[in-house]
């Protein structure tokens, strides 16, 4: 059974799955909203359509394997026609993301800045004016030395807490750990993506700038989608 959050969540993945074309290679979001787009994907992949996914995380992968969406790699296929992810927080009007809540913001990062589009696909409940609290912005680190990667990132005015699960750090699918860090309002999101990517024992940070080309975003009655020119 669909509640309400869900209802939208697949509208807005059925929009963007409507953009996949016959021959593409298409990156595979991870989430909650993604795998609607992944079962619908699937769907046209049982009627005929013939695509490959370049998944985004050991969860999805596993996911669209037992739906019988073929994958394939970067080994095989350097450049990705269209990602459909999800999102946690989406900035109305700049269009920067905070991705990561699931753990998978690294290879999701690497499957969208190789794609030629990038459509997220969320809730309206997604969409606020400003990036930052009450959502936290996870930060994937090397787990060696991240004592030392804390205060770093505190200097840039973060306040970063160890993301735990069965009372032992997190682990993502390359092993690094994740700081889930509270800030209070991301002013300006280029900047501290560039401060975050100069910062010793960070991998990568959920901050996705500039990188959506098409918003999709379900409120109750209406999908509304937003066009981003690539900078
Ligand atoms: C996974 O690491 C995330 O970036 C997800 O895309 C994001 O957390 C959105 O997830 P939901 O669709 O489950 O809210």
Redesign the pocket.
Known sequence: MQNDLDRL?NAAALRAVAEVEEGMVVGL???????FALKALAERVAAGLKILGIP??QRTADFARRHAIPLTDFSAHRDIDLTI????QIELGAWHLI???????LR?KIVASASRRFLVI?DNT?LVPHLGSPMKL?VEVIPFGHERTIPRLEALGLQPELRMTDSRPFATDSGNYILDCHIDRIADAPRLERDLKLTVGVVES?LFVDLATKIIVAAPGDVSVFHVPRK
């Open positions: 969540k979001g991870t989430g909650s909203t993604a795998e985004t995380s992810d999800g999102a946690d991705k990561g809540g699931g753990g998978a913001l999701e969320a997604k996870p959920g």
